[in-house]
């Protein structure tokens, strides 16, 4: 008899405003979703660190193991650790604009499952579309990574376990 655990990577729900700072213009959930759905962020970032985030998961066991020997009680959440690891990982693959690296690198074909029909998403990161500015066209703003602009979508993502028996 074993448990099964599993990742699971989203976001918590967080309305966004427009730069009159009337809300519902859309939330992160929903973006989210559209940016999984055409460009596949969190699925690239996971194939991309799975060998990290496993070794994380791996030493939070161990430890809860060690704790346990030891007499020392179960933690209440063994893979907070290992969940804040994976967290600052995501947002930091975001800010090194590892997604426009590695899209960069593919064939053409490959190319196509991350961008498809939708002309590419490096575009408003190169050109500097920033709703975070008074001006989020503007041609003086600088380049920014790609899927941060208002940092909203970086900072709602959490990583967390859910198990069966």
Do not use: C
Not at 118 to 130: E, I, P
Not at 134 to 161: E, G, H, I, M
């Amino acid at each position: 008899m074993g448990i099964d655990v599993k990742l699971n990577l989203g976001v918590l729900e967080v309305s966004y405003s427009d730069a009159h700072g009337k809300s519902g213009a859309s939330d992160t959930g929903t973006v989210a979703e559209i940016l999984e759905r055409r460009y596949h962020v969190m699925e690239t970032f996971y194939e991309s660190r799975k060998e990290k985030i496993a070794e994380w998961l791996a030493e939070a066991i161990s430890d809860q193991i060690a704790d346990i020997v030891s007499g020392g009680r179960p933690n209440r959440d063994p893979f907070y650790a290992a969940m804040q690891n994976i967290e600052a990982e995501f947002r930091a693959f975001l800010d090194a604009n590892e997604m426009a690296h590695i899209v960069s690198s593919l064939s053409e074909a490959e190319r196509d499952y991350f961008i498809g029909s939708t002309g590419g998403f490096t575009k408003a990161g190169a050109r500097g579309v920033n709703h975070r500015k008074k001006k989020p066209y503007s041609k003086d703003n600088a380049a920014r990574p790609v899927f941060v602009d208002t940092s909203l979508y970086q900072q709602s993502f959490r990583s967390w376990p859910s198990g069966t028996e």
